[in-house]
């Protein structure tokens, strides 16, 4: 990488672009109902889906997974680097959990987290989504096909980085905030009392 400054200029965008929060603008276009306020209190897909229905939770999901592919697109745009896009997109996933627009109160990250790890590596990632997928269909733990998505893609990326250890790292760090941001989850999955898919947020 040597484009310096414009990878900064846009993992800098990238931030701002995940602190846009679709949840929010999604509830606000539909008169609905403040995220932050109900159900789970986290302005995610997920809880959009619960408070508002299957619609507006789609278009929240895929929302915020266009945010993480349109800042690694950016981010490879500026500097002429494919590399450029994974420090973009973990950018995007930290705005999205943490956004400076809304007082660092953001949603889980999995639908932007997706967005990046497709745009990335594309293979690797529809094989985790794949994966994610029908482990939420069979047990209908949103929560835990989450995990199993990130936790999936750091053990692939051992073998798709082609001994790079900082895509490894990267791929370390989508899984390690995941995992802080469902903590709580983790913890209900554990004592057996998450919400599975459909029912009301906790």
């Known amino acids: 990488m040597n484009n310096i400054p414009m990878l900064v200029f846009s993992c800098i965008i990238s931030y701002l ?25 986290n302005t995610g897909a997920s809880n959009v889906q619960r408070t508002m229905g299957w619609k507006y939770g789609l278009i ?4 915020d997974a266009l945010k993480g592919v349109f800042s690694c697109l950016i981010a490879e745009l500026l500097t002429g680097d494919h590399m450029a896009a994974l420090p ?4 995007c996933v930290v705005g999205h959990n943490w956004p ?18 497709l745009y990335c590596f594309p293979i690797p ?11 939420i269909a069979a047990f209908r733990y949103i929560s835990l096909g989450s995990l199993f998505m990130v936790v999936s893609f750091a053990i692939a990326s051992v073998f798709f980085s082609n001994g790079n250890l900082w895509i490894i790292l990267w791929a370390c760090m ?29």
């Open 88 to 91: 973009a997109g973990l950018c």
């Open 100 to 117: 400076v627009f809304f007082g660092f109160k953001g949603g889980k990250g999995v639908a932007t987290t997706a967005g990046v790890m």
């Open 125 to 135: 990632a529809l094989f985790c989504i794949a994966g994610t997928v029908a482990l």
């Open 60 to 63: 929240t999901f895929f929302a």
């Open 17 to 41: 672009l995940g602190s846009v929060s679709s949840g929010i603008l999604v509830s606000k276009i539909a008169k609905g109902p403040d995220l932050r306020t109900v159900g789970s209190k």
């Open 174 to 202: 989508l899984m390690i905030m995941c995992f802080l941001r469902h903590h709580a989850n983790i913890s209900r999955l554990l004592n057996g009392t998450e919400n599975k898919l459909g029912s009301h947020s906790k």
